[in-house]
Nanobody
């Protein structure tokens, strides 16, 4: 059973907006670390944004290059988390993947990937100049 399912990718022009969704299923833990990663052509995977949700407390972390442009959030009722991407740039072109695990986020976004065990399959985002 797939735990995470991404949607919302597409092609936009520079300066455009997209919102990615990550629907969660079969994940029973209420305390969780949720994150978005991306992998561009011939590039290593990098962490983009994370959201730690412990009871009613939330803590976010962002890649420097997306601060002020991207926002990670969740809708607990829908068991879904999001990545709102504004003012997109060609450098943001990549396959975006969501990931989750129980408990707090154990690392900063730059090194969080190896600590998360549940991953989606990815959605493509293409930004043209």
């Amino acid at each position: 059973q797939r735990v995470l399912e991404e949607s919302g990718g597409g092609s936009v022009q520079s300066g455009g907006t997209l919102r990615l969704s990550c629907a969660i299923s079969g994940f029973k833990y209420s305390s969780r670390c949720m994150a978005w990663f991306r992998q561009g052509p011939e590039k290593e995977r990098e962490g983009v944004a994370s959201l730690e949700s412990i009871n009613d407390d939330e803590r976010t972390d962002y890649l420097d290059s997306v601060k002020g442009r991207f926002t990670i959030s969740q809708d607990k009722a829908k068991n879904t988390f999001y990545l709102q991407m504004d003012n997109l740039k060609p450098a943001d072109t990549a396959t975006y993947l969501c990931a989750i695990d129980f408990g707090p986020c154990m690392k900063p976004i730059q090194s969080l990937g190896r600590t998360l065990n549940y991953w989606g399959q990815g959605t493509q985002v293409t930004v043209s100049s």
